[in-house]
């Protein structure tokens, strides 16, 4: 089970972090993503990472101000959201998967989102 928190509302240019803390003994197996969805739109990868820690991913328009980590030993997955624009106004999601992936397909677990609302 996947829980997502640390949403809320932020003034253009500010930060936050999101956590998504995961239930069982299995975490550190799974790579973890994180996702998005607007309003009226699709559900669209942010970023993701691997179970290591080691490896990266993030999409074009959160490159360089969003930065994904893990704590294995605490079952978390953080996204630190630093230079926030309204555009990343949306409902974020975690999610698990046996190996890391940009396409939400690939991810069969997931979280309840948290709303990160950023106003101009």
């Known amino acids: 089970q996947l829980q997502a928190s640390g949403g809320g509302s932020v003034q253009a240019g500010g930060s936050l972090r999101l956590s998504c803390a995961a239930s069982?003994?299995?975490?550190?197996?799974?790579?973890m993503g994180w996702f998005r969805q607007a309003p009226g739109k699709e559900r669209e990868f942010v970023a993701a990472?691997?179970?290591?820690?080691?490896?990266?991913y993030y999409a074009d328009s959160v490159e360089g101000r969003f930065t994904v980590s893990r704590d294995n030993a605490k079952s978390t997955v953080y996204l630190q959201m630093n230079s926030l624009k309204p555009e990343d106004t949306a409902v974020y999601y975690c999610?698990?998967?046996?190996?890391?992936?940009?396409?939400?397909?690939?991810?069969?677990?997931w979280g309840r989102g948290t709303l990160v609302t950023v106003s101009s």
């Open positions: 990472i691997t179970w290591t820690g080691g490896g990266t």
């Open positions: 999610a698990a998967g046996l190996v890391v992936a940009t396409s939400k397909a690939n991810y069969p677990y």
């Open positions: 069982g003994n299995t975490f550190s197996s799974y790579a």
